[in-house]
């Protein structure tokens, strides 16, 4: 089994100063494996000096959005450019982006062109809603998310790629979906990749799950086929159970359990 990859998405939680002394909390509890890289993605005024605390071989940092110009008169917003240098990864088209800040998959799109762009490596976030799920439309939900998302990108960018599946349902919610349907999605994902981008894309493009994953239950996604790690929200707020789905990906890649 190769390297695992979880990533912590605190969304709106944490001023500055929570932030340090969680990171601070979270370093002793967790050693530095070399199978498993650990991205932590806080608010965008934590970044900063999160990057000047964090031990960077233990955990890498990411961000939680971006904007897709380099520079301008776009009040309010941080562009790619600005974070690059300072995050490895950037979280693109998360639900909670798409539902309550509108975000379309054009936009999202130019997200992803513009962190691949400056170096860094896109988190595209991709899923069905509940009704979508319940209308046996989900195959077709994630086909159109992955051909508009990742319309413009090249196949040898897939290698810096990562594609989270999170059913919308699921986010935050309590109700994560079952590790059999989770090896379905990832499989058609794959398809996908494969149809856009050639059959070592579709090895390659490293494939997340996400909703509602804790210390308790994250064990069946970590050893779902095809499912190279986790994104994970609330869990990765309280240390102890992020600590412990940081061992349980470490374990699975060392002892195989
Ligand atoms: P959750 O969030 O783990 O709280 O369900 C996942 C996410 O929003 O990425």
């Known amino acids: ?101 509108g975000e379309t998959d054009k936009t999202i799109a130019q997200k992803v062109q513009a962190v691949l762009r400056n170096q860094m490596k896109p988190i595209l976030c991709i899923g069905e809603t509940k009704q979508e799920r319940v209308d046996d439309e989900t195959s077709q939900v994630i086909h159109e998310q992955i051909s508009a998302g990742l319309a413009n990108v090249t196949s040898e960018e897939i290698s810096d790629l990562v594609i989270a599946y999170e059913p919308v349902w699921a986010v935050g919610s309590d109700d994560a979906d079952s590790a059999q349907d989770v090896e379905k999605v990832v499989s058609l994902i794959r398809k996908n990749i494969k149809a856009m981008f050639g059959n070592e894309a579709a090895e390659q493009v490293q494939i997340l799950y996400g909703g509602s994953v804790d210390g308790a239950n994250c064990g069946p996604y970590i050893h779902a086929a095809g499912v190279d790690g986790l994104l994970v929200g609330g869990a990765s707020l309280k240390a102890k159970s992020f600590a412990a789905i940081i061992y349980a990906a470490h374990a699975a890649v060392r002892y195989n359990v």
């Open 1 to 101: 089994m190769s390297k695992k990859l979880i990533v912590a998405n605190w969304k709106m939680h944490f001023t500055t100063g929570q932030a340090s002394l969680f990171l601070q909390k979270l370093a002793e509890q967790v050693p530095n494996y070399r199978d498993v890289e650990v991205v932590l993605c806080p608010n965008f005024i934590a970044l900063q000096s999160l990057s000047l605390q964090i031990n960077h071989r233990q955990f890498k940092l990411g961000a939680q959005n971006c904007y897709d110009k380099d520079e301008g008169a776009f009040t309010g917003e941080v562009a790619a450019s600005m974070l690059r240098g300072l995050v490895h990864y950037v979280i693109v088209g998360h639900s909670e982006r798409r539902h309550i800040f």
